[in-house]
C-alpha cells in the first residue's frame, strides 16, 4: 500500500539553527499537511497546502514556519531559528483531492531542540 | 478553538475483552475519523464516518458517528495484544477537500493476557 514517507526520522539542532524536515506525499495525493505532536499530547494541526500555496494554517504556525512543494515528489517544512519548545514530533500527511479523502500520515521526524 | 475530549483517557483490559471509547465535542463536525498511534509512529486510519447516524465496521472495530454530529464512539470486540496503543478520534468541518482535522485527547489503550 501507498504510504507517506519522512526523513530524517530523527532530528537533533541546536537552538537558534533552521532545520527542514522532508516528506514524500503519497503519489497521487493533492493535498498535503503537516501536524506536530508535542511528547505526550494529541496532534495538533499546523497547514494545509495545495496547488502550491498554503490553504490554511493555525496560529501555531507563524513566520518561524514555511512549506514548500520544491519539485513534483517531496514537501517540506523549515523551521527557522528554533526554540526549544519546538520540541515535537512533526507528522506530515496526504490526501486525495476527491471530497471526503481521509488523511494519511507518515510515520513522523522527531525535532529534539537542545 | 475546536475541542475533542475523548474518554476513557487510558484503559487496562484482559485479551479477549471488548472495549469502548467515546469522543465528544461542544462543536459540530461533518467527518469524523478514529485513528490508532503505536510508539513511535504516525496516526493511522481505522475507520472514517461520514454522515450522522453512520455505523461502519472495519474487521473487530465499529464506529458510530453521533446523530447530533458532536460524538462518536468507537469499539473494539475480543481484544488482542496487538491492540495496544493509542486511540485518537479526529473530527473535520469540512466534508470537502483539505479538510483541517481536530484530535481528540487519545485513550490509551493496554491489553493485558
Known amino acids: 500500500e501507498p504510504e507517506v514517507t519522512q526523513t530524517p526520522s530523527h532530528q537533533v539542532t541546536q537552538m537558534g539553527q533552521e532545520v527542514i524536515l522532508r516528506c514524500v506525499p503519497i503519489s497521487n495525493h493533492l493535498y498535503f499537511y503537516w501536524y506536530r505532536q508535542i511528547l505526550g499530547q494529541k496532534v495538533e494541526f499546523l497547514v494545509s497546502?495545495?496547488?502550491?500555496?498554503?490553504?490554511?494554517k493555525s496560529e501555531i504556525f507563524d513566520d518561524q514556519f514555511s512549506v514548500e512543494r520544491p519539485d513534483g515528489s517531496n514537501f517540506t517544512l523549515k523551521i527557522r531559528s528554533t526554540k526549544l519548545e519546538d520540541s515535537a514530533m512533526y507528522f506530515c500527511a496526504s490526501s486525495e483531492v476527491q471530497r471526503n479523502s481521509p488523511l494519511h500520515f507518515g510515520n513522523g521526524t522527531r525535532l529534539t531542540v537542545t | 478553538g475546536q475541542q475533542l475530549n475523548q474518554s476513557p483517557q487510558s484503559m487496562f483490559i484482559q485479551e479477549g475483552e471488548d472495549v469502548s471509547m467515546n469522543c465528544t465535542s461542544s462543536?459540530?463536525?461533518?467527518?469524523w475519523l478514529w485513528y490508532k498511534q503505536d510508539p513511535g509512529e504516525g496516526p493511522v486510519l481505522l475507520i472514517a464516518?461520514?454522515?450522522?447516524?453512520e455505523l461502519t465496521s472495519n474487521g473487530r472495530l465499529t464506529a458510530q458517528f453521533g446523530i447530533t454530529r458532536k460524538d462518536s464512539f468507537l469499539n473494539i470486540s475480543a481484544s488482542i495484544p496487538s491492540d495496544v496503543g493509542i486511540y485518537f478520534c479526529a473530527g473535520a468541518g469540512n466534508t470537502g477537500t483539505a479538510s483541517k482535522l481536530t484530535f481528540g485527547t487519545g485513550t490509551r489503550l493496554q491489553v493485558t493476557l
Open positions: 497546502f495545495y496547488n502550491n500555496e498554503i490553504s490554511e
Open positions: 462543536s459540530i463536525f461533518n467527518t
Open positions: 464516518l461520514y454522515k450522522a447516524g
